[in-house]
């Protein structure tokens, strides 16, 4: 409602100079009363000029304005559309196991039984973390997202995350033990959500590097695949809320587009930088640079842990 308010106010001032403009062409095209005192045409016309400028520009404003206020309502009713495809799958997925729990076959066969009790837990812990995503995200754009801050051990973090995956992961870490300052839950859904996208968007086997190396004090932490890359197009837009790269090899590709803007906005929560070097058939490389300050040694950690006690 207040963007529509405000667009009527500039509607209306737009007409309003567009009347004084026309008013002040008339009074050059005829002769003025003899009661008015003599104005310089010049001036007369410079005004005139001014005052067509700025309604034009008023105009233009308004056009611009009303066009991107179009825009967002498709843009959020794309968004919606999504958003309800996307939590249907998992929610007819879910519908469907019951059925089968609640069917006299699943009873008499328990390895059936599991397997759908399985497909449920695997669905709805899917549908908590993108609701926990779409939250955070919310709570990033209010200035209301609270990072609890502490020491992480770098290697043991990146060894507990590559756990979770197959001999195509190679895991590559510093010769040095640093600690991250940083908070634990978020950075390991950060490095779960680049893992997985590297995962989705491989060609056939997937041939995957997470590496932790220090460099002047600073530490990079980056996930390399071989997938199918992106194009130059799309990097500076994969980062934004619901944005997906669509690939004809990977129709089948779940989620919600929420990924790496989740990424982005913890990142940057904690004043880190991410950086994507990516090519079409090439693969793609995330690489989050962390500054000094993020960045304990162990003995730092110790010390500090002793002057809590």
């Known amino acids: 409602m207040p963007n529509r308010y405000s667009t009527i ?3 209306g001032i737009a007409l309003l100079l ?6 002040l062409l008339y009074t050059n095209l005829l002769s003025l009363p003899v ?31 009303m066009l991107r206020l179009r825009q967002r309502s498709v843009i959020q009713t ?10 249907q799958t998992p929610i007819t997925a879910i519908r469907m196991a019951a059925d089968v729990l609640d069917s ?12 759908y009790i399985r497909i449920i837990r695997e669905e709805t812990e899917r549908l908590q ?5 779409m939250l955070t ?3 990033a754009d209010r200035n209301t997202l609270l990072l609890n801050l502490e020491p992480v051990p770098i290697q043991q973090l990146l060894r507990t995350i590559a756990e979770r995956h197959g001999d195509y992961l190679q895991l590559s870490l510093p010769s040095s033990d640093p600690y991250l300052l940083a908070d634990r839950l978020h950075l390991t859904n950060v490095l779960h959500n680049l893992l997985d996208n590297a995962v989705k968007y491989s060609d056939g086997h997937p041939d995957i590097t997470l590496y932790a190396k220090m460099n002047a004090g600073s530490l990079q932490i980056a996930v390399c695949d071989r997938g199918v890359g992106i194009s130059s197009q799309h990097i500076q837009q994969i980062f934004q809320p619901f944005y997906r790269v669509h690939d004809r090899r990977q129709p089948n590709v779940k989620g919600f587009g929420l990924g790496l803007s989740y990424v ?7 004043n880190w930088h991410i950086d994507v070097k990516s090519e079409l058939n090439q693969g793609s490389e995330f690489i989050i640079r962390i500054p000094t300050a993020s960045v304990l040694s162990a003995n730092a950690v110790s010390t500090t842990r002793k002057q809590v006690v």
């Open 129 to 133: 973390q993108q609701v926990e995503t």
């Open 9 to 11: 106010i500039l509607i």
């Open 264 to 270: 982005q906005r913890i990142v940057k929560a904690h």
């Open 78 to 87: 794309e968004v919606l559309h999504s958003l309800v495809h996307e939590f």
């Open 104 to 115: 006299p076959i699943a009873r008499n066969q328990p390895e059936r039984s599991e397997k």
């Open 35 to 65: 009661a008015v005192p003599q104005i310089s045409p010049s001036f007369r016309w410079l005004t005139f000029l001014a005052l067509a400028l700025i309604s034009q520009a008023f105009m233009g404003y308004i056009l611009w304005r």
């Open 18 to 23: 567009a009347v004084v403009t026309a008013s």
């Open 137 to 139: 995200l919310a709570r």
